[in-house]
């Protein structure tokens, strides 16, 4: 699943569609392809895993969920989701998510959540955990209501750079640690992004994916934890279990 960096890439190689009206549209998205006609693209938006399309009057969410692709100019494979076509170029999704927003976006989004925002809010994010006190480090970093755009790989690289066991209680992480994560958090984002942009992400991944600690020298643990049973790497010797 594409995390919010690889999203804030996808809307900066789209923008050459603002201010273009959709001249094609086709799909199998529950959204009225044929509405879509002549809608002048005004503005392009992230939220975490969303992409957002603006037009006039009515906003199109694409999350590209686990298997997702899109590609510009050149079909892929198998039948688009959904596909739009401009003056200058066209634009295809596949296996997503595509659905319509009529609402105001501010109505629909919390932009203080997503980590890649200028309205990113650390101080709402540490009240967040402090109220989920029960849940495992491991679920509330994946939470999308407390960190927007955040994935399994933010997952392990953060818990393994602060140290922590991906099976602690929120609760019972120190209030400084808590603090310390939720820094990393924002500050991973944008590393990430940066990353994926040179393309030498997997470079610098420390705990995702690796079978060794590089602090400890010992083999890393291999688990699907938490309540969405997602790939979790980490060291059982310098992550401490908070219980």
């Not at 603002?18 to 005004?42: E, F």
């Not at 105001?104 to 989004?109: A, E, I, M, T």
């Not at 984002?189 to 420390?206: C, G, S």
């Amino acid at each position: 699943m594409p995390e919010g960096p690889s999203i804030v890439i996808l809307k900066e190689e789209v923008q050459r569609f603002k201010g273009k009206k959709i001249l094609k549209a086709q799909g199998t998205g529950p959204i009225n392809i044929g509405s879509l006609i002549n809608r002048k693209v005004v503005d392009l938006k992230t939220w975490g895993k969303h992409l957002l399309i603006c037009l006039p009057q009515t906003t199109l969410q694409i999350h590209l969920l686990l298997f997702g692709k899109y590609s510009i100019d050149e079909p892929r494979n198998g039948k688009p989701r959904l596909l739009l076509q401009f003056s200058n170029g066209t634009l295809y999704f596949y296996a997503c998510s595509v659905r319509e927003i009529r609402e105001d976006l501010d109505q629909v989004y919390d932009w203080t959540t997503d980590l890649m925002n200028p309205a990113w809010d650390a101080a709402a994010a540490r009240k967040k955990l402090r109220a989920v006190p029960g849940a495992l480090i491991c679920d509330a970093l994946l939470d999308q209501s407390i960190f927007a755009g955040a994935g399994n790989i933010f997952k392990n690289e953060v818990l393994y750079r602060t140290r922590v066991h991906p099976l602690s209680l929120v609760g019972a992480i120190p209030a400084r640690k808590r603090a310390e994560i939720v820094q990393q958090m924002h500050r991973y984002a944008f590393e990430f992004l940066a990353w994926k942009k040179a393309n030498v992400l997997k470079k610098h991944w420390q705990a995702h994916t690796k079978k060794v600690c590089p602090r400890c020298d010992i083999p890393f643990h291999k688990a699907y934890l938490g309540k969405t049973k997602r790939r979790t790497f980490y060291c059982e010797s310098c992550q401490v279990h908070y219980r």
